[in-house]
């Protein structure tokens, strides 16, 4: 194996250790802000689709859809 190879093949296995090393950190850093970060809040739950409300009904005279809708 001549000198030039096995130069190449060790800066090779360093940027291999280097690289493991930064993803490695990046994780560690990327969890320990996870870990630190507020749960969010649910403020209200969100309504499925756009119906009216019953305010919005109740001014403009409208019924209901059927009995089972919760709008």
Not at 24 to 47: D, E, L, M
């Amino acid at each position: 194996m001549s000198n030039g190879n096995r130069a190449f093949r060790v800066a090779a296995t360093s940027a291999r250790v280097i690289m493991g090393v930064a993803v490695i950190a990046a994780c560690v850093v990327g969890v320990a802000t996870a870990i630190h970060a507020p749960w969010p809040t649910v403020a209200h739950f969100p309504r499925a689709g756009r119906g009216h409300t019953r305010a919005r009904r109740q001014r403009a005279g409208l019924q209901r859809r059927s009995p089972c809708s919760r709008s």
